[in-house]
């Protein structure tokens, strides 16, 4: 799976984060999380891989491009998935608010 040049596996990442903000836009969290664990791996990867292989100044320049997007697109998922936490806690206070809503009404009636 990691023979393939380091910059590719950088491209890879990108590619893969792509895919999970797209995925978190279309509110598809199944195939986020899947995604996410593979990109996961390829980034475990680097650690071992960056420091024994060597880039051409063409390579590094690229590589700082992909990890610029790689962060605009995090920042992206990262708003989505804050913005999809609101929403599962607003929902279930919304329960538990109607929830005691009809407890305190069955009391009375």
Known sequence: MFDE???????TIS???????RAAQRDDWAM????????AQLT???????????MSEVEKQRKREILYQVMYDN???NDLVSKRE???ELQARAIAIDETTTT???KAA
């Open 5 to 11: 040049p380091l910059i590719v596996t950088y491209e």
């Open 15 to 21: 590619d893969l984060t792509w895919q999970m903000l």
């Open 32 to 39: 986020f999380v899947g995604v996410e664990a593979f990109r």
């Open 44 to 54: 475990d990867s680097l650690a071992t891989r960056s420091a024994a292989e060597h």
């Open 75 to 77: 920042l992206d998922i």
């Open 86 to 88: 609101l929403q599962r």
């Open 104 to 106: 305190d009404f069955r």
